[in-house]
């Protein structure tokens, strides 16, 4: 259990935890937190005896991590020790967290960054008198927004806008919409500021009724922009000035000469501030002609008013020196006008902001859906009474693509555009990924990811799953149930979410890779590759050791075999295809084997007529945590054989011995080799033989007279399945319940279209010996009643 003591060493929180910081601890922790009170942008943890972090405990690390950047500060972590920092290490998390030795370090550490930031000095121009505080932070960059190539108007045609979200965008401002799809910003183009906590919309149409979108998740606010700019990295300077009014033309020269004074000699410089206009001349862009053109409506002339503005001043000359940058401004539509100094503004109302000397700060209060007016654009020779400004001195502009996450997809991926938006939601702190597609299913697709920071090294191997909504939403919350409270050795941890449109993606992390150069590889490939002597230890130890918490804690239950084993459930069209692939209709009773020459059950028919018809049968078994889908595709190896398990949408307590029974249809039907009728005929016998075990604890018969070593293969893992399975159901022999959840996995083998037309044939004489076996079964179990 974690401890947690508070205390303040004038006027630094400092937090000393003891214990495991796992998911109970995180919970105490974010508890502890939210109670103390205190604005100072620095705090310490101190973890010298932390001996034990979780996902959990290390998204709380993250999370007050982000708060405190948001303040212009940071968290500092303490005498953590060589495991936990190894655990950060694996993650590729380490970066993004700041450690020190000892707390006398964290501490002179913030109060030195805290003096830093109280530097001022003052200068005068036109007799009003600024002051200037020098924050001491890395030079920043402008970021010009445009999908490339497009030239302006073009830029605001639906299919060139360019998809980003609020953190992405961060502090920028431009023309642009707001929609989940480029369609639906479209309709919406227009004035557009943002400020990574709330961005503000004037649309381009005759009634200018402003939109606002605020969050605290603005990785899901979504936003499309045809061209504008936004400042990476933070404000160089804060400064201040009460007194002389002017126009923020003139303001904006003094600055801009100033810093270049100082040195600094800026082509561009980026602005934020809030101000106190004694004279607001602002405009607005009336009709979608407007937005293509930039002719801008006057609007009524303010006498006073609160404004929070964003916007560039630019030196024409100096940028000229560098062709290709010119060229880049030049392209920007937006600083054509007004000389050089551009700026958006958002009206305020009803808002105190006297004293506040941090920039997220002042948009934390800001956010807020009764402050926020009006978005205009605001003209130069709006006079301005007094300022609060943060100014972003930059050494280059760049294209914003320079900044975004590259994607990488190989050739014959299956991928869709829509993705993009949920990758780059999950991988926002990396600069680069490069995916490679695992599996596809008929409900999610798989990347493995090669991701790179923001400074171009590698991080650790990951996997991406997108598929639906509704399945992604049923692994989650699987996976906090029935895999973190019990798998413990398994080091497969969920480290991010996202939804967008129909699909969603989630991020898997992976705590046993050994370093950047681990690979993944599904259990296919091993089973491929080596023989059954060294397969059967690595099945043993993924059910006997990774997944012994579920199936080595059965309950004797009712279970509903054929409600809960019908394959109708994910393959609602199985029986069209039935018809369309094998000219087999389910409402025949009988169907001709012409490979065995005679007539055997229509198991087709068997699902469709009796499933029904047994959907009340119940029975005393052994139910338990099962996978769902335990298929060879969602079990990952690295190199050195460390077991990962994915897919737990499907895992839910059920029939004990369902994961067994899942992997049997893999290994005879698409793991073994047939393609013709003889050989398919030989597989047919090799399934009559698995099929005369009666009972579970009765070795199959092998009866298989071909050439193909991948059967003897199946065969000796499927006779170490069946002893898990006979194991888990502890004195219970009944074979049923098996065979029936074999068959959920039997049925659907036609709907597989990797596969060939002699595979999908035995899958369904496969079937039909199944349905044959479980009646023979149910009459001798009726008749020895």
Known sequence: MLEIITSFDDPIPIITLSGRLDGYGATLLEQELSAIESDFPYWIFDCEAVHYLSSAGIRILLKTEKQLRNLGGELLLSAMND???NILSLTGLINQLSLVESVEEALHRARQHTQAKEKEETFLCEKREYVLHDLETPSSLIDIWRKPGTSFKNAILSRN?????????????????????ADQAEESLGLMMCTGTFSGLSPADEHNHPDFIITDKPLEAQLFMAQGLSFSGKPQYRIQCETGAAS????????????????NDPGIMGFCMIAKIKQLHSSKLKTPEDLKTQRYSDRDVQEEEMVFLQGICYDRDKLAEDEDTKKLIDDLYITTYADDVYAIGCTIDDVVVEGISALDNLISKLSNIEHLKDIVYIEPSSIVDSFNGWFYVSENIRSAEEKRLIIETAADATYNSEWDTIIRRIYAECSRVVLRQLHGGFTSVAFQVTSYDKDGRQLLPTVLKIGSIKNTENEVDAYHKYVEKFILNNSTTIMGTTRHKKWAGLRYNFVGINGTESTLCWLTDYYKKYPAEKLLPLFDRIFTDVLKPWYGQPRWEHIYPYSKHSPLTLFTHLFETLEKEQGISPDDEKIYMKELRKEIINPYYFLKHDYPLRQGYSKLWYRGINHGDLNMQNILLDEKENIYVIDFSETKPQNIISDFARLEPIFKIEMCNFDNEQELKQMLE?????????????????????????????YTIICRLREYANTVTLFEKDIIPYLIALLEWTYPVICYAQLNDYKKRFAVYSAAFICEKILSLEREQRENL
């Open 83 to 85: 495991d936990v920092i």
């Open 161 to 181: 806008l360019l998809p980003t979200n609020m953190s992405e965008l961060g502090v920028g401002f431009g023309l642009g919409g707001f929609g989940i799809s």
């Open 248 to 263: 923020l033309h003139s303001i904006i020269h003094d600055i801009f000469g100033t810093l270049s004074k100082k040195g």
């Open 686 to 714: 090799f399934e009559q033989g698995l099929l005369r075990a009666n009972h579970l604890d009765e070795k199959p018969s092998y009866t298989y007279h071909g050439k193909d070593p991948m059967v003897k293969k199946a």
